[in-house]
């Protein structure tokens, strides 16, 4: 059988892990029930998903985007975090989050950052910042690492 020479085809290069799972991230944003805010959480561990959150409203109760914001000191305060959403989910099924690392479309507030912190995650993946500056600081205190990831286009 003769073998037919083709002209190789220019590879498209893969994606980079970070960026995989930023990707994700924003695609899970998309879920996001409060339009002030998309944001979207992926926690993974060794390459493998553990679990996902966007911000949305409190099980069972209308979403913001249907009914209006509950707002307070200009922000909307009817929602749960999508690094909340994500934890809680894990925590639903059992999983165990110490070790893993979260990738978030935008860095955590403050009390979400004390959650993650306290799961034991040690990296913080984070597309764009988002208000609150002690972050910085207590991450270094607490030797969790946090990195900037640039978006990419949705």
């Known amino acids: 059988m003769k073998k037919n020479k083709s002209t190789p085809t220019k ?8 960026d995989y ?8 944003a998309s879920r996001s029930t409060c339009d002030r805010k998309h944001v979207g959480a992926v926690i993974v561990r060794e390459k493998t998903i553990l679990s ?19 707002m307070c000191e200009g922000h909307c ?7 909340a959403n994500a934890i809680i989910q894990a925590a639903r099924h059992g999983v165990r989050l110490e070790g893993s690392e979260i990738y978030i479309t935008a860095s955590p507030c403050w009390n979400c950052f004390k959650m993650i912190a306290n799961t034991g995650m040690r990296t913080i993946y984070y597309g764009e ?15 969790i690492k ?7 286009a949705p």
């Open 77 to 83: 305060i009817a929602t749960i975090h999508a690094e």
């Open 11 to 18: 590879k498209k290069q893969r994606v980079g892990w970070n």
């Open 52 to 70: 996902t959150g966007y911000n949305g409203s409190i099980k069972g109760m209308p979403h913001c985007d249907d009914v209006g914001h509950l």
């Open 21 to 28: 799972f930023m990707n994700i991230a924003q695609e899970v």
């Open 129 to 143: 910042f988002y208000r609150d500056e002690r972050i910085f600081d207590f991450s270094k205190k607490l030797k």
């Open 146 to 152: 946090l990195q900037k990831i640039e978006l990419t």
